[in-house]
T-cell receptor, first 113, second 114 residues
Framework: AQSVTQLDSHVSVSEGTPVLLRCNYS??????LFWYVQHPNKGLQLLLK??????LVKGINGFEAEFKKSETSFHLTKPSAHMSDAAEYFC???????????FGSGTRLQVQP | NAGVTQTPKFQVLKTGQSMTLQCAQDMNHEYMSWYRQDPGMGLRLIHY???????DQGEVPNGYNVSRSTTEDFPLRLLSAAPSQTSVYFC?????????????FGDGTRLSIL
């Protein structure tokens, strides 16, 4: 079965500094991976997706993620944090059996002024 | 441009009461699903549907029923509410069952069971 592990439950950065949110996956074959963002009291919005094309994936709002098979990782990065980036971020893998999403436990990103 | 619409946004129930959470999408999506979100646990799949008339269980189906009589609607029923069902519920849809197709989420229903 596929699964994802988000290595940090909370990350705090200063505005204008880089963001790194870490995610490791477990899958017996090439997975489809996503990052979703959830702002307070809102639903989830897709940031980016990896589906075995380019290993470096660019998403919305300046975020990108790199798929590294050798490290089973799919870390999310952004060169410069903005106050509006403060939210909870979920790393997600497709459960191909159910065609449903399997979520990590989430990383809450705080951005300090 | 409604997307996925969930109603109600908030609900408080007493233990043992029943209720239906509504979910509707206007994108003609084939695939719909229900998740619950609990602190520190991400989202967990309750039930899903790959088309009208077809439903199946997810990871945490106990205490919930679903039906899919139309493409647009996918209601979630709590048969006899329990405090353990206090959670935020999200409905999602996508146009295909294929892996890699992103899902569209509603804004959630916040449910408290007393």
């Amino acid at each position: 079965a596929q699964s994802v592990t988000q290595l940090d439950s909370h990350v705090s950065v200063s505005e204008g500094t880089p963001v790194l949110l870490r995610c490791n996956y477990s899958s017996s074959y090439s997975p489809s991976l996503f990052w979703y963002v959830q702002h307070p009291n809102k639903g989830l919005q897709l940031l980016l997706k990896y589906t075995s094309a380019a290993t470096l994936v660019k998403g919305i709002n300046g975020f990108e993620a790199e798929f590294k098979k050798s490290e089973t990782s799919f870390h999310l990065t952004k060169p410069s944090a903005h106050m509006s980036d403060a939210a909870e971020y979920f790393c997600v893998v497709i459960d191909t059996g159910r065609r449903a999403l399997t979520f990590g436990s989430g990383t809450r990103l705080q951005v300090q002024p | 441009n409604a997307g996925v619409t969930q109603t109600p946004k908030f609900q408080v129930l007493k233990t043992g009461q029943s209720m239906t959470l509504q979910c509707a999408q206007d994108m003609n999506h084939e695939y719909m699903s229900w998740y619950r979100q609990d602190p520190g646990m991400g989202l967990r799949l309750i039930h899903y549907s790959v088309g009208a008339g077809i439903t199946d269980q997810g990871e945490v189906p106990n205490g919930y029923n679903v039906s899919r009589s139309t493409t647009e609607d996918f209601p979630l029923r709590l048969l006899s509410a329990a405090p353990s069902q206090t959670s935020v519920y999200f409905c999602a849809s996508s146009y295909s069952r294929q892996a890699g197709v992103p899902q569209h989420f509603g804004d959630g229903t916040r449910l408290s069971i007393l």
